[in-house]
């Protein structure tokens, strides 16, 4: 079986790099969350410990310097939703049968691109009969231009009371923004 799991956070850590390392904006929360556990330990986020897997073509089961390139990874940290990277088609199947196999039942929510967060929901639920829905969708917007000084407008803002008018708007745009950013039936 491709799939590597293991409760080393270091090995995790080696395996992981070159993936994680190669869209450090795309994986920015797995990144994150592996730094924390190296500095913190593994029960950082809580009192089960982390599932850490990665997932290698050739099979390899080694987080050694000869070992094939890792090519997909997820990270958990119960009680918080399973983060996946990328999984090629043949590594879902495989995903679940790692995970049952090594005693975990649930997994609760899953965070990643969509199609591959479906595709690991809907092997899992087959697997398992556990039932996932789209609960949010996020966009992850790059920033290409930073301001050298705020414009003048935003280092000193003019302050007066807010009339029934300017909230009526406020409230509109907000409402606007949410019903953009709800999941879609």
């Known amino acids: 079986m491709p799939w590597t799991l293991t409760p080393d956070i270091e090995a995790y850590a080696s395996a992981v790099s070159e993936l994680f390392g190669a869209d450090p904006v795309r994986h920015t929360v797995l990144i994150t969350v592996l730094a924390s556990l190296i500095k913190h330990g593994p029960n950082v986020y809580g009192a089960d410990p982390p599932v850490l897997a990665w997932w290698s073509p050739d099979g390899t ?4 310097a000869d070992a094939g390139p890792a090519e997909a990874a997820v990270l958990r940290t119960p ?3 399973m983060h996946l990277t990328s999984l090629p088609e043949p590594a879902v199947a495989s ?3 790692a995970l049952l196999d090594a005693g975990e039942t649930e997994i609760g ?3 990643g691109a969509e199609p ?3 595709a690991l929901a809907a092997a899992w639920s087959a697997a398992t009969g556990e039932q996932f829905g789209v609960r949010m969708r996020q966009r992850l917007y790059r920033l290409d231009a930073s301001m050298a000084s705020p414009p003048r407008s935003l280092a000193s803002p003019r302050r007066s009371a807010a009339s029934p008018g300017s909230v009526r708007s406020i409230l509109r745009r907000i409402g606007a923004a949410a019903a953009t950013a709800a999941p879609s039936p």
């Open 79 to 81: 009680p918080h939703p």
């Open 116 to 118: 591959d967060a479906a």
């Open 109 to 111: 929510s899953i965070i």
């Open 61 to 64: 089961q080694s987080a050694s």
């Open 95 to 97: 995903l679940v049968t």
